[in-house]
């Protein structure tokens, strides 16, 4: 592959790859890091790139990898998992992040609830930042039907939070900003 194919063909990906690290590792550092890691890995391996059927499933796979050994990483560290302020705009208190801990693993509980359908599609969309077109094709189901699962299960979760926290008024928001 030449310099220029690689540039049409993979670089175009790089602001996806951003959004999927961001969303892994929650600092814009981090995350443009982890894409110029795997820019650079994919660089390595780009006579071999065309033997993939999808580019964009390669490159969306070597960065939630490498996002997700950075996490791994840095939690092993000891370093902070999360980078973000709390609504006062001040670094969490250990209650604020114990707290946030435990909301991701109780949504995440619930996600793993609902039916096949409804739970992959709200991940891909809410978790993962796909479009319901790329989630269309990865499940094989129309867009309509992708839109309509990830639809009912935003509302479902909204039913289980809503009179236990009054943060999680939203569960669609909540998914994606928590999750």
Avoid at 31 to 49: C, F, G, M, S, Y
Avoid at 111 to 117: F, K
Wanted: one cysteine or more; proline letters at 2%; hydrophobic letters at 35%.
């Amino acid at each position: 592959m030449t310099r220029e194919e690689f540039i049409n063909e993979v670089l175009r990906y790089s602001g996806r790859l951003y959004s999927v690290a961001f969303r892994i590792l929650r600092s814009n550092e981090d995350a443009e890091d982890a894409v110029q890691e795997t820019l650079l890995r994919l660089w390595n391996k780009r006579n071999d790139i065309s033997h993939y059927e999808s580019i964009e499933a390669l490159c969306v796979t070597v960065i939630r990898n490498l996002a997700l050994d950075r996490l791994r990483q840095r939690k092993r560290e000891g370093g902070s998992m999360n980078h973000e302020l709390n609504e006062t705009g001040q670094i969490p208190s250990p209650h604020e992040v114990l707290q946030a801990h435990e909301t991701i693993a109780r949504i995440s509980e619930a996600i793993n609830r609902l039916p096949d359908a409804m739970s992959e599609a709200i991940r891909k969309r809410d978790v993962e930042g796909e479009s319901y077109e790329e989630i269309a094709v990865a499940t094989g189901q129309n867009i309509n039907s992708v839109r309509v699962a990830v639809s009912r299960a935003r509302k479902i979760l909204q039913e289980q939070f809503r009179y236990e926290r009054p943060g999680l008024q939203k569960a669609g928001s909540a998914v994606a900003k928590v999750l």
